[in-house]
């Protein structure tokens, strides 16, 4: 049994040396990104077992990609390297106020190989959560009708789907994205958007109209991130607004809507309450702005137990 999978294309994230405009930075450090695979990462590293299901180029960076999967313990059954598609990529541009900036390089995805009737179903059974964001339909077309069957069969069989917007408008337009997105709804339960996302799919940033209208499509289980401002969550009509966590430092804001994802799914699965599941999301949120990477700063379970009061730190 698997408590969460998660379907995407995966990236090397060069991360660079220094701040400022990429036209100035002369070195960079490999790492692996990608926002679905982050996610994967963050809930391995909480103790709780999960699977992604992807392809990657049969090249040293798939190669790479895959063992560093491999190492943080996911399920990598169904991921395949595939010829004749180069792994992912993108550099990434940091400034010394946190921001950050990226440049893809992922047209002929390895992932554009996947097609619908590949989903294995008795691996969708075995999960709790199917997680899923807005990037992987983005980055090709064809994956398009393969993130559908995956919700569809998800739904077939009773499992929570989770459901974080990302989108990035770097890889296709907001007409786009909010036609292919809206198309999901039918298929989701619960939903984890930014205010700027939330307005570009139901035409507001207003949360009670947010709620409102996620619930015309069916959907009464509506968080929305803030960033400084916190977030506030709706879940079947109760509504809370949580206080950001704030961090303390921000060197590197990639990855923080991963981060507060991973929280939420965790608190899903422990069965807290809203306002426990917001501050946990929260805090995971402020932890990785803190560190350089897309996933580097994702806390692991003993961490969060020292935040939260419930286990001692040990100096090390």
Not at 210 to 226: N, T
Request: glycine share 10%; net charge negative; proline share 3%.
């Amino acid at each position: 049994m698997l408590d969460v999978i998660t379907i995407g294309d995966a990236l090397v994230a060069m991360t660079p040396t220094s701040s400022g405009r990429l036209r100035f930075v002369h070195s960079f450090e490999k790492k692996v990104g990608g926002a679905e695979l982050n996610v994967a990462i963050g809930c391995a590293r909480l103790g709780l077992k999960a699977g992604w299901i992807s392809r990657l180029g049969n090249d040293e960076f798939g190669h790479y990609i895959l063992q560093c999967v491999r190492g943080e313990g996911i399920d990598t059954t169904h991921v395949q390297l595939v010829d004749g598609y180069p792994t992912s990529l993108y550099f990434k541009e940091i400034f010394d106020d946190g921001r950050a900036g990226s440049y893809y390089y992922r047209s002929n995805s390895p992932t554009s190989t996947m097609r619908p009737e590949q989903i294995d179903e008795a691996y969708v059974e075995q999960a709790k959560i199917v997680h899923i964001s807005g990037v992987f339909p983005a980055v090709a077309k064809t994956n398009r009708e393969v993130l559908l069957r995956l919700v569809q069969l998800a739904k077939q069989k009773g499992k929570l789907v989770t459901f974080d917007p990302n989108i990035r408008l770097k890889l296709w337009s907001a007409e786009e994205a909010r036609e292919t997105l809206l198309a999901l709804m039918p298929y989701i339960d619960v939903v984890l958007a930014g205010e700027e996302e939330a307005d570009l799919l139901v035409g507001t940033t207003e949360p009670a109209e947010i709620f409102a209208r996620f619930a015309q499509l069916g959907i009464r289980h509506v968080v929305i991130k803030r960033g400084e401002r916190g977030a506030v969550g709706n879940r079947d009509g109760e509504v809370l607004d949580h206080p950001a966590i704030p961090a303390s430092v921000v060197v590197d804001s990639v990855g923080a809507g991963d981060g507060f994802a991973v929280g939420y799914l965790y608190s899903l699965l422990q069965g807290w309450d809203l306002q426990k599941s917001l501050h946990l999301a929260n805090l995971i949120g402020s932890i990785v702005v803190g560190v350089r990477g897309d996933n580097e700063g994702l806390p692991y379970l003993d961490e969060i137990e020292v935040y939260l009061g419930q286990k001692q730190r040990i100096e090390r």
